[in-house]
């Protein structure tokens, strides 16, 4: 059965109700892929997507929140905007939402994350030899997914997917190295680092994302091009926010623990922009990262100092910035209808997130 | 620069200098795509391939021996049993080594695999999480290189590559499930099992090698699946001289420690082949697999009960009638000139590892 080119969009729609609405559609067609895969690696993947508890009993899901189901949505919202119906583009939501599983299970293991949308993460869950085996198969799914699609813009699609996939290896990389990196001094990591290194991380998917619904759209390679740029901004905008969370967010809604990235020592703009900002509170904020933070009072002394010395500001503004850039590219590329409406308050979106 | 159909064979060529020569064809190219990589996952995956040490200097890298090389040869032997040059299907090559190095790396890690190539395994080398990273990294690159190649065979290559990561998956899950199985009774790996789990280990790669260099070569889809049978066979008939090189390998030839895959208790086929056998050697060796095999005297002594039941001599013969198989589709597909002559050597080759 063909979709429509966009459902319609209610007046008072908002984010969430559009992020399930498009992650609906490709939902089915996820699980379907799932299921084709060996039965333990896909019991743990059902696990990772949260269709399932640890011990493989069907489990309602976590709510469409936090941006969950924003790849798959994106995909398929490009594809309207290409003015092709959403199920041209279906196994490219697909693809997208599978790699993104993959990456957050392998990271996940290289981060030592223990939690991950309110439950253990896979290698807690499963143990690492399993988790890498379930990403490996995430990822091989996506591909195998992706080069089934008949037709010339499938193997645009698939050429973007894989330098995609070359990209998130790079920015995890130096997402890694930065750990390694001090807070100050000559080898100190900067905020364009930390922007490149989300661009690689976080913006090069959604651009992907974008990208790979305008070609099975039958969208042109160079709008394909524009419009990757938007997601990019828009993948950086998310993550800006997600640092916000880090620091700010409230661990009922995170999923993780209050301040996990401060805790952490993890080099996140909110804390670079602070340390960049040559204020009093800045050289306050060096001396106190000197050590690990560890106690309630040192956390809370960090995040006052992050504040007072404008990194929460200047992140909060970096974000707009890009969602602006993103707005733009939209805009200049005469996208409009329901499929832009949608675009827009997705966007916002990304900013509430972290109020 | 073209490169010729088919480098001339000459009189007495033996199989390591076929490999070789078909290997020195693939390496700049492997090389090249290597190093576009991030440089720390660069570094890692020249120390996987032996090209360099841990700390990053150059080193010789191991000689081509015991099959290395094989896949990519493979791929370049068949495009020229499809009547072209090597080098139209050199980014198949390039590929299809990079995902053989990726499930190395990744199967290490998972079935704690300390040594590889008579060095350290990359994961003892760097530690799991980069360890992880860096199959990551090849994988991504396998996928990127077959993406860019243009034409009608790159698409077909690209859905062959992808549905063998999800059989090489599912073998792997097999792999491990068998691990946790008993040697007797009724949850016991059978023969058949067996054969299907390194048909899909092992097999699939070597037939996607096959049916990429077919594909790449210009050869019809049809003829490529053929093909792929063959080198299914080939990988098939490798696994299983594997498995006597886990249990009668000289330690200095396989730089894995002597009965490696016996005092791990791995249910490999000389040893489920004994089991069946229903001979008297067969319930002596039930008894002896009872317990872990850790002293030399007992893993003699199963050693001797697995030749007696004829596991070792059922293995060669399951090995030969695959390598039959195999050179029956050549002879099926009228391959015929250096091509063809080459492909025997090498078929040779695999039977003589484990003489």
């Known amino acids: 059965m063909p979709l429509d080119v966009s459902p319609p969009a209610e007046a008072g729609d908002d984010a969430a109700v559009i992020l399930s609405r498009w992650s609906s559609l490709a939902a089915p067609a996820l699980r379907a892929a799932v299921e084709t895969l060996h ?48 199920d041209s583009a279906l196994a490219g939501a697909v693809a997208v939402e599978l790699v993104h599983a993959f990456s957050l299970v392998h990271d996940d293991i290289m981060d ?23 990403g490996d198969a995430l990822l091989a799914l996506a591909m195998a997914t992706l080069a089934r699609v008949p037709g010339p813009g499938a193997a645009a699609a698939m050429e973007r997917l894989s330098a ?17 990196r001090p807070w100050t001094g000559r080898d100190a990591v900067t905020v364009e680092e930390y922007v490149a290194m989300a661009e690689a991380k976080t913006g090069a998917l959604l651009g992907c994302a974008a990208a790979i619904g305008c070609l099975l759209g039958g969208g042109p390679p160079e709008r394909a ?12 905008a998310f993550q800006m926010t997600d640092d916000l969370l880090g620091i700010w967010g409230d661990p009922s809604v995170t999923g993780k623990p209050a301040s996990s990235d401060l805790r952490r020592g993890k080099k996140t703009l909110p804390v670079l922009a602070a340390l960049e900002s040559g204020t009093p509170a800045a050289r306050r904020l060096e001396e106190v990262l000197a050590a690990p933070l560890t106690g309630e009072e040192e956390l809370e002394l960090a995040r006052n100092l992050i504040e007072d010395a404008g990194g929460r500001r200047r992140t909060r503004e970096r974000a707009a910035a890009c969602l602006r850039r993103a707005l733009h590219v939209l805009h200049a590329e005469g996208v409009g209808g329901p499929a832009a409406e949608d675009l827009a308050v997705l966007f916002g979106l990304l900013l509430d997130r972290a109020r």
Do not use: N
Not at 112 to 134: C, F, K, M, N, Q
Not at 164 to 180: C, K, R, S, W, Y
């Open 39 to 86: 039965p333990w690696p896909a019991r743990m993947a059902a696990y990772a997507f949260g269709w399932a508890g640890r011990d493989g009993r069907p489990s309602g899901g976590s709510p469409a929140t936090g941006g969950k189901g924003l790849r798959p949505a994106l995909v398929l919202l490009c594809a309207g905007a290409a003015g092709a119906p959403a």
């Open 112 to 134: 030592g994350d223990e939690r991950r949308r309110h439950r253990a993460s896979v290698w807690r869950a499963y143990g690492v030899g399993p988790a890498i085996l379930t």
């Open 164 to 180: 995609t996939l070359i990209e998130l290896v790079h920015g995890q990389a130096e997402d890694i190295a930065f750990e390694g």
């Open 225 to 236: 091009e524009r419009i990757a740029v938007m997601g990019r901004q828009l993948g950086l």
